[in-house]
């Protein structure tokens, strides 16, 4: 969930990086999207139920397959490559597969499998333009869900090869399926205790 847009020149993640490490305890309020340093806003209630729905649910199967789910804190970045210039962070990440030492050491996932992001209407714009096309072009990654706040509505993105289907999921009863992890659930789970106008 991103606000504001500081107007500079465009950065690298090696320059973000050190601009975060500037701003101490207020670093995990940024994001780089395209160069841009992004300002996020603080979530909502709603947001935040929403973020708890869904990550709950995927930490509870996914900690049975060895797989790990990261809940807003974390960045993610194509792969090591400082001279890039995105360092988005999702509401939700879940990562498969092993990991080393140093890999706990590390403010960023490079290897996601699932990015979830929960829209508020201020930040649909970015978050289904330029964050979208970017989450499309990592190559581990085999699902994103971006999940309205304001509406019962999940877009679903599945990748096919090197093809990205989308399929919209707006009944209670309708049923994200996260093949790549062998993850299901109802869009009434996701917005569970959650008032919708």
Known sequence: MTFAVRKLEPVTIAE??????????ESSLY???DGAIVMMTNPTRRHQKIVGNIGTR??????????EVFFGEMRVQRDSDRSARDKPKPDVI????????????LTYVDDANIVVEVLSPSTMDIDRGRKLEFYKSLKTLGHIVIVYQDQM???????????????????????LDLTAVAFTMTVAEAYFDVSIA
């Open 58 to 67: 995927l930490n509870l199967a996914m900690s049975k397959r060895g797989c």
């Open 31 to 33: 994001e780089l999207l």
């Open 16 to 25: 973000f990086d050190d601009f975060l490490e500037l701003q101490g305890d």
């Open 94 to 105: 879940v990562r498969c597969g092993p990991s080393d030492e140093k890999s706990d050491l």
């Open 153 to 175: 509505r999940i877009e679903h993105y599945k990748r096919s090869g090197n093809r990205w289907t989308m399929k919209t999921l707006s009944k209670p009863d309708d049923v």
